[in-house]
């Protein structure tokens, strides 16, 4: 189990969309950032076919099994190869069609009927059906002897879903409650060739699926999907080619322009490192460029827009990062935080001086050079369910005279704030050594405590045994730490549910220790349960009203998602909804001959 709490904090502190093509604004709250596109209020067009583009994203190659493979990037490369059921749209985050043109919720809300969109073929010719759906869930994601973490993935309080046929274009899912999220699960589990892989298991069983099928060293033709590319050319430590999908056509529920995907080809390069393809890209020989926050700490960003004009191509933001955020939380365990100090801790007005300690501000522009957010909300703006929760300015006057009116005062006049007890205000705040960002900012917000005669004993300590502390001994008072961000609200259940083993200030509750948590598990579960977008959207909106408010996580800044692409590409409107914009990628073509 502390294994599986690991990998989940590794990894996190690391309505059918239309056929209308007209893009939502994103929220009013979003900063303009220096020498940085935003084109989020423009509208993807009809595009041209023809033409490669060629990326850098993939450091090292594991397998080209969708199901089995840990990396990250493969994983997105792989994605446009293969489909799920159901999708998310590029742009608004929202769940639409995917092999599936529409979904029914019945038996109030333990059915979902998917009914699936007509000559939906693999990159073969062969048509996908309700077989290979059957067989994908069946064979393989339900399949405990097959090498992957979504084998998980179907199982809702620890009962296993059902599935069957009810015709050749009509899947039905049976869940043991009624569950919301599972909609956005059918996002992450793509349908895979029966017809390829079937004789393959039953010939040499499931090892063949795990270890041979999707094996860089195997016959790359039997990896077929429904996607809008499929798998060309593999030159080993090299690159990957991709090329269209031959068969791709309209799909009915989901967000359809006419001619889509259009490159003719998409090439990843493999093995290249950050600086070569920093330069590579300032040269011209890739046309996709992940802005770091590495970048832009170092001040490679500043390089980068500098010699934009030269380069030949241009940046564009994409709202709040995907990946790991930055927010400060104060340790309110019972079992391990001496009494007086937990009595403060649990207080929500010492929680807001605290939020006015740190300078939000200056860690924006100083730290992060202006590209980054600053918002109270636990969700990320590619969330459907998002609302912007604007956080508390800097205003040491403003803390002090809250922790006045605590009873917390420098009663002998040496400059140090005193508790009631009359011992000195004196917190241990850590992070993780190997983030130079969360050191400098944990030496911003310590400098701006002492000002004010907070005594601060700032730790940078190793990763693992941060993570032992927030997971294992609870031996902390505070820390930097951060989470990624989901555009499925529930996937951060783990840690706003007062029971949640990732509930940092208080895991693993019997029952919720205040009235906020305990009306932020009743917004979850009934957030679960609602299959109406709009009521479960209002649900999720009090859940941020209520963490903004009570502050068990004081967020610093969401760094921001920052791309770069090549002169000439038509419909750039990048969002942060999938991994380095992968999602948008069939929508993009070349306007002018490249």
């Known amino acids: 189990m502390r294994k599986l709490l690991y990998i989940s904090l590794l990894f996190t502190l690391l309505i059918f969309g239309c056929r209308d093509k007209k893009i939502p604004q994103v929220p009013k709250s979003r900063e303009i950032l220096r020498g940085v596109l935003d084109t989020s209020g423009e509208r993807l067009k009809t595009g041209k076919q023809g033409g490669t583009l060629i990326r850098a994203e993939i450091p090292e190659l594991d397998t080209f099994n969708v199901v089995t493979t840990r990396s990250r990037p493969v994983y997105a490369m792989l994605k446009l190869i293969f489909e799920p059921l159901l999708s998310i749209h590029p742009i608004t985050g929202e769940i639409q069609g995917g092999i599936a043109k529409e979904y029914r919720i019945e038996r109030d809300g333990y059915s979902i009927t998917l009914l699936l969109n007509e000559n939906i073929r693999f990159s073969d010719g062969n048509q996908c059906t309700s077989e290979d759906v059957i067989f994908s869930f069946e064979e393989v994601y339900m399949n405990p002897d097959v090498d992957s973490k979504k ?7 620890n009962r296993a879903v059902s599935i069957k046929a009810l015709d050749e274009l009509t899947v039905q899912f049976d869940l043991p409650v009624p569950y919301r999220p599972f909609l956005y699960t059918l996002t992450q589990l793509e349908i895979l060739p029966e017809h390829i892989l ?31 590319y499929m798998l060309k050319e593999y030159r080993k430590a090299d690159r990957v080619v991709l090329t269209r999908n031959p068969y791709y056509n309209e799909r009915e529920g989901g967000l359809w322009l006419e001619g889509m995907p259009y490159f003719d080809k998409i090439v990843e390069l493999i093995g290249v490192d950050h ?8 040269i011209g020989e890739i046309d996709f460029y992940n802005i770091r926050p590495t970048d832009i700490v170092s001040g490679d960003i500043g390089s980068l827009i500098r010699n934009k004009k030269e380069g030949n191509y241009e940046l564009y933001h994409a709202g709040h990062t995907p990946l790991s955020n930055h927010f400060l939380v104060l340790n309110q365990n019972p079992a391990t935080v001496q009494s007086e100090k937990l009595k403060l801790f649990r207080n929500s007005r010492f929680r807001e001086a605290v939020s006015y300690l740190i300078n939000k501000e200056l860690i924006r522009d100083e730290v992060f050079s202006g590209y980054a957010f600053l918002d109270a909300s636990p969700l990320r703006d590619s969330s459907p369910y998002y609302k912007h929760v604007t956080p508390l300015q800097y205003d040491p006057a403003r803390a002090k005279q809250i922790l006045r009116e605590l009873g917390i005062k420098d009663i002998d006049n040496d400059g140090l704030l005193n508790l009631p007890s009359g011992e000195n205000l004196e917190l241990t705040l850590y992070t993780n050594q190997d983030n130079p960002i969360r050191i400098r900012m944990g030496d911003i917000i310590s400098e701006s405590f002492k000002q004010i005669g907070i005594g601060v004993d700032f730790q940078p300590i190793d990763y693992d045994l941060v993570v032992t502390k927030l997971l294992d001994t609870f031996d902390w008072e505070a820390v930097i730490i951060g989470i990624e961000g989901n555009t499925e609200p529930n996937d951060s259940s783990w840690v706003w549910e007062s029971k949640g083993p990732l509930h940092m200030w208080a895991p693993y509750q019997e029952k919720p220790l205040t009235e906020w948590e305990e009306k ?40 921001a998602e920052v791309y770069g692409f090549r002169n000439g590409l038509g419909n750039l409107i990048p969002r942060a909804v999938s991994y380095n914009a992968t999602a948008l990628l069939p ?7 490249h």
């Open 587 to 593: 929508y993009i073509y070349w306007e002018k001959k």
């Open 275 to 282: 600086e070569t393809k920093l330069l590579k890209f300032q």
């Open 198 to 228: 079937s004789p393959l298991m039953k010939q040499e069983g499931v090892e063949a699926f795990n270890r041979k099928w999707g094996n860089p060293d195997n016959d790359i033709s039997l990896l077929l999907g429904t996607g809008p």
């Open 151 to 157: 084998t998980d993935f179907l199982r809702i309080r």
């Open 520 to 559: 932020i598990d009743e917004l979850f579960a009934l957030g679960r349960i609602t299959w109406d977008i709009e009521s479960a959207r209002g649900l999720y909106h009090e859940f941020q009203d209520i963490a903004g408010t009570e502050r068990p996580v004081i967020n610093i800044v969401v760094p």
